[in-house]
């Protein structure tokens, strides 16, 4: 059986009151008393329709109790430039419904940890390029008035070509004041088929041409037609002038730039 080339990074996913959500998070969460966390976060695969990828997901209980989780998959989706989580099966080519796991219930008492296999096969008209491998948490925790429930989720992403673009808005600058850092932000959108990492640095340039200092932008992991506001700020004083300020984007071997001028009174 063929299998997947592989990377790693993270996902999190919160249920509260009934009402689910899902963000970018850390690798644990907190729940009451102690943490959960799980690992690998995030699998980044490459390869192609019809191969299959085996992945071992291990679930760690660092809280005061024993709690029991129900594991799942669902497809990852982005619909209007956000991603959305989709029931397995529910829209055509679901990587989620291939999912074969080695157990469908764990519980886990505090201090141990469990461990699950999950099996993908990427189906010939793939829907999606992404799907969370989620341990939903079956447990009702009171916090107050409020009950949720803990839940956490290996996000997989497929790579199944070489067709990565990032298309740039506008360069967004907010030169520094007596109480604020230069600042930039820019809308960034995955134009491609295939899922992608950016990682930006900021330049700012003075008008000798020479470079006066840099700032990494934190990385951003964005699905096909995902769409995100990615920033940084100038954390040195600059001195009254006239600067560019250059932003350069690094994705999955490829490189974009954009510009910008602003006076620093």
Not at 78 to 93: D, L, Q, S, T, W
Not at 126 to 143: E, L, Q
Not at 191 to 216: F, H, N, Q, Y
Not at 238 to 259: C, F, I, K, M
């Amino acid at each position: 059986m063929k299998k997947f080339l592989i990377a790693l990074a993270f996902l999190a996913a919160f249920t509260q009151g009934g009402a689910a959500a899902a963000s970018a998070a850390g690798p644990s969460r907190e729940s009451g008393d102690g943490t959960l966390s799980l690992s690998p976060a995030v699998i980044t695969l490459r390869g192609e329709a019809g191969q299959s990828t085996t992945q071992t997901l291990t679930l760690r209980n660092q809280t005061s109790r024993t709690m029991s989780f129900d594991v799942v998959a669902e497809d990852v989706i982005v619909r209007n430039g956000a991603r959305a989580f989709v029931e397995a099966g529910k829209i055509p080519g679901s990587i989620a419904a291939t999912a074969v796991f080695s157990e469908r219930h764990v519980k886990v008492a505090s201090g141990n940890s469990a461990t699950v296999t999950a099996t993908f096969t990427i189906p010939p008209n793939a829907g999606s390029r992404a799907v969370v491998a989620m341990f939903r948490g079956t447990d009702k925790i009171k916090n107050g008035n409020a009950t949720s429930t803990a839940s956490l989720g290996s996000l997989l992403t497929f790579a199944l070509s070489d067709n990565t673009a990032l298309a740039t808005g506008a360069l967004q600058v907010e030169p520094q004041s007596a109480t604020t850092n230069l600042a930039i932000a820019q809308t960034c959108t995955n134009s491609g088929s295939e899922p992608l990492v950016a990682k930006g640095m900021l330049a700012v340039i003075g008008a000798d041409g020479r470079i006066a200092g840099k700032a990494a932008l934190a990385p951003r992991r964005l699905l096909p037609g995902e769409r995100a506001s990615l920033g940084a700020q100038y954390g040195a004083e600059l001195s009254p002038g006239r600067y560019r300020v250059l932003v350069t984007y690094d994705y999955e071997g490829r490189s974009s730039t954009q510009s910008a001028e602003v006076t620093i009174q």
